[in-house]
């Protein structure tokens, strides 16, 4: 296990590095850090050598002047994977992670050889709950992010409106833009989802070679929920060909 900073599009970018062998990068959710993969996915390491940054303002990477954009978010994701990796990586993003994941998949599709989505959305409007700043946000939250933030606890109000900013005034992917990511992706949700099953539903149809995954009874944090389940799920369709069905219907044409 190694931790250490990077220079990202002028950023210092925080992030682990664990286990040996073809790289995963696994971004993790909005408004925490890579602990979102503690006892679950770090368990892939036993497979894959896994990079785990921290976007700007979250976990131990600090704030930069100027809003959060996906853009800017997956520019950095893309500078990241150039810069600790040789070749297309396997990307897995969780919550706003995933929706990082799939921005970044979709502006550069060169960088990315399969792609997991855990509860994630090309649409805020598939949301059923968004970020808020309107109530305060729970205590654990901030208490883990006053842990590690280089910014201090009182910083996490600037990063919570950000967020918040970021959601709301956002251009979002539409689903003939989700075209452009034509490697494998697995798209992954809860049953119980702050993501509707519709919209999971969308985006999988809008994907050209995805798969899906329905974890029976979970919720938005079905990674701590169903651990092993979810690790066992990623791990395979990250290491493995798909078996071929007996009776396509969707695939059929191919």
Same mark, same amino acid.
């Given at each position: 296990?190694? +931790?250490?900073?990077? *220079?990202?599009?002028?950023?210092?970018?925080?992030?682990? =590095?664990? %286990?040996?062998?073809?790289?995963?990068?696994?971004?993790?959710?909005?408004?925490?850090?890579?602990?979102?993969?503690?006892?679950?996915? !770090?368990?892939?390491?036993?497979?894959?050598?896994?990079?785990?940054?921290?976007?700007?303002?979250?976990?131990?990477?600090?704030?930069?002047?100027?809003?959060?954009?996906? =853009?800017?978010?997956?520019?950095?994701?893309?500078?990241?994977?150039?810069?600790? +990796?040789?070749? @297309?990586?396997?990307?897995?993003?969780?919550?706003?992670?995933?929706?990082?994941?799939?921005?970044?998949?979709?502006?550069?599709? $060169?960088?990315?050889?399969?792609?997991?989505?855990?509860? %994630?959305?090309?649409?805020?409007?598939? /949301?059923?709950?968004?970020?808020?700043?309107?109530?305060?946000?729970?205590?654990?939250?901030?208490?883990?992010?006053?842990?590690?933030? @280089?910014?201090?606890?009182?910083?996490?109000?600037?990063?919570?409106?950000?967020?918040?900013?970021?959601? $709301?005034?956002?251009?979002?992917?539409?689903? *003939?833009?989700?075209?452009?990511?034509?490697?494998?992706?697995?798209?992954?949700?809860? !049953? !119980?989802?702050?993501?509707?099953?519709?919209?999971?539903?969308?985006?999988?149809?809008?994907?050209? +070679?995805?798969?899906?995954?329905?974890?029976?009874?979970?919720?938005?944090?079905?990674?701590?929920?169903?651990?092993?389940?979810? +690790?066992?799920?990623?791990?395979?369709?990250?290491?493995?060909?798909?078996? @071929?069905?007996? /009776?396509?219907?969707?695939?059929?044409?191919?």
């Amino acid at each position: 296990m190694m +931790a250490d900073y990077i *220079d990202v599009n002028g950023v210092r970018t925080w992030y682990d =590095e664990r %286990g040996a062998g073809d790289p995963l990068v696994l971004l993790h959710g909005g408004l925490t850090d890579s602990r979102d993969f503690n006892g679950n996915l !770090d368990a892939l390491a036993e497979r894959f050598r896994l990079l785990l940054p921290e976007r700007r303002g979250h976990g131990h990477t600090p704030d930069v002047p100027g809003p959060f954009a996906m =853009e800017a978010f997956a520019d950095d994701t893309a500078a990241f994977i150039e810069k600790t +990796a040789d070749g @297309p990586v396997r990307l897995a993003g969780y919550s706003a992670g995933a929706i990082v994941a799939l921005w970044t998949a979709v502006r550069r599709p $060169d960088l990315v050889e399969r792609l997991v989505l855990i509860s %994630g959305a090309f649409d805020p409007e598939g /949301m059923i709950l968004r970020p808020s700043a309107d109530a305060p946000p729970p205590a654990q939250l901030v208490s883990a992010y006053a842990e590690v933030s @280089p910014d201090g606890a009182d910083h996490f109000p600037v990063v919570l409106e950000k967020v918040v900013r970021s959601v $709301d005034a956002e251009a979002p992917l539409a689903p *003939d833009d989700l075209a452009a990511v034509t490697c494998p992706v697995l798209v992954m949700a809860a !049953d !119980d989802d702050i993501v509707t099953l519709e919209h999971t539903l969308r985006m999988y149809r809008a994907l050209p +070679a995805a798969q899906l995954a329905v974890v029976p009874r979970t919720s938005h944090l079905l990674l701590h929920e169903r651990p092993e389940l979810c +690790a066992r799920l990623v791990g395979d369709f990250l290491a493995e060909e798909p078996a @071929p069905t007996w /009776m396509p219907i969707r695939r059929a044409a191919g």
